[in-house]
């Protein structure tokens, strides 16, 4: 089976510029989140969706991030206008059993 | 307050001798899981194991095996026989009664030929 796939693998914007980040889960999965890494905040939970439904989002720095899960198979991560910083390694992760999380390669994002 | 601690930032090591990754962990919770995750420079995250509370037999696969201690709090992680594949920033986990994983800092393994 295919893993987690996110597109882009990198992405390097100027500042004010939107960004889309877009994740495929496994399919079966009914767990979704997105992470956030830095060297200086290591890694961070954004926002997690149980069966598409948004369940915890305050790991959202502010309304400039937003994400959906129109289906099963899809979900975005916009950030609108972009900062610098932003510039981190956005991961999308699946899961069927509570911790046990299967990440995908992550979007390196960079905002100048 | 959920928390877990893994006090060692870096560790290096010549390959083929053994290495131990410590986890520390605080929750107040009676039923709560422990994991594993290994990030290769290569950037992805991959899970190596779970382990519940109420489970404390000690974990085998491979060159890998995990120590889990009540008593002290504390999930362990062994690497047998090191090998330069094995180099990664490991990071500990620990979930409660929710879904959220509290992430460890994690510890940079650097294994040399």
């Known amino acids: 089976d295919a893993g987690v796939i996110q597109s882009p693998r990198h992405e390097v914007t100027e500042m004010g510029q939107e960004v889309t980040l877009r994740c495929k889960p496994i399919?079966?999965?009914?767990?979704l989140f997105w992470y956030r890494q830095t060297m200086m905040r290591g890694l961070e939970l954004l926002i997690y969706?149980?069966?598409?439904?948004?369940?915890?989002d305050s790991g959202m720095p502010e309304d400039r991030f937003s994400a959906k899960m129109p289906n099963a198979s899809f979900s975005t991560l916009k950030i609108q206008p972009s900062e610098p910083r932003d510039s981190a390694v956005y991961f999308c992760?699946?899961?069927?059993?509570?911790?046990?999380?299967?990440f995908g390669e992550g979007s390196r994002l960079t905002v100048l | 307050a959920q928390k877990v601690t893994q006090a060692q930032t870096e560790i290096s090591v010549v390959e083929k001798e053994d290495v131990t990754l410590d986890c520390v962990y605080e929750?107040?919770?009676?039923?709560?899981?422990l994991f594993w995750y290994k990030q290769p420079p290569s950037g992805e995250l991959v899970f190596l194991i779970r382990?519940?509370?109420?489970d404390e037999q000690n974990e085998i696969s491979g060159r890998y095996s995990w120590n889990f201690q009540k008593s002290t709090s504390s999930f362990n992680f062994t690497i047998t026989a090191s090998q330069v594949v094995d180099s990664a920033v490991y990071f500990c986990?620990?979930?409660?009664?929710?879904?959220?994983?509290?992430w460890g800092a994690g510890t940079k393994l650097i294994i040399k030929p």
């Open positions: 992760a699946s899961s069927h059993v509570a911790g046990e999380l299967f």
């Open positions: 399919s079966g999965h009914n767990s």
């Open positions: 969706f149980n069966n598409n439904v948004p369940i915890d």
């Open positions: 929750t107040r919770d009676t039923t709560y899981y």
């Open positions: 382990r519940n509370s109420f």
């Open positions: 986990a620990l979930s409660g009664s929710n879904y959220q994983l509290i």
